[in-house]
């Protein structure tokens, strides 16, 4: 993150926020972990699932919900699915279902997919990047404190938003 350097002014072009690979891999893997809502979508044709060995028949016009934790804590997608990995989406990696066989195009599924992928994704990543580095690493250092460890996910609130760890995280955080 230091290798990019803002303008004279402070400011940080959309070309030097996509250069930062590391901080979007450690987006990536945040949204990963720590996205859990339903999406909930209407079946277009009918249509056959199989699934565990048997057929299920879903009818046009049924509503059904997505959750895309299924997803991104799969082991058949995820190395490791239950750890944060900060470079786990670095370089011109592609993810591959392994029980499937299927590469997945968008294996994060935080902001939907086709035609119907949210139009704001690229604007978030690139508001996450600028605010991390306009305010906290330019002008702190970070650090979990001594001891700490990492609390775990309070999955009691899933399906409705970004899930919260279990217990507060002790953080050292020092003016540079």
Request: net charge positive; proline share 5%.
């Amino acid at each position: 993150v230091s290798l990019i350097a803002p303008d004279d002014d402070g400011s940080l072009s959309l070309e030097q926020l996509d250069k930062m690979v590391k901080l979007n891999s450690v987006f990536q893997e945040t949204m990963r972990m720590y996205f859990a809502q339903f999406k909930p979508t209407m079946v277009r044709d009918d249509m056959v699932v199989n699934w565990g060995g048997k057929k299920y028949l879903l009818q046009k016009g049924t509503r059904i919900m997505s959750y895309a934790q299924v997803l991104h804590y799969d082991p058949n997608v995820f190395d490791d699915p239950d750890n944060f990995v900060w470079d786990r989406f670095l370089g011109d990696r592609t993810f591959q279902n392994r029980r499937t066989g299927k590469t997945l195009v968008n294996p994060v599924m935080c902001f939907g997919g086709g035609k119907h992928m949210c139009p704001g994704r690229r604007f978030v990543s690139y508001e996450f990047k600028a605010a991390l580095m306009a305010i906290l690493f330019r002008r702190f250092d970070m650090r979990l404190a001594e001891g700490t460890e990492h609390p775990g996910i309070d999955r009691r609130m899933d399906g409705i938003g970004i899930a919260h760890p279990v217990k507060d995280v002790v953080m050292e955080i020092r003016c540079k």
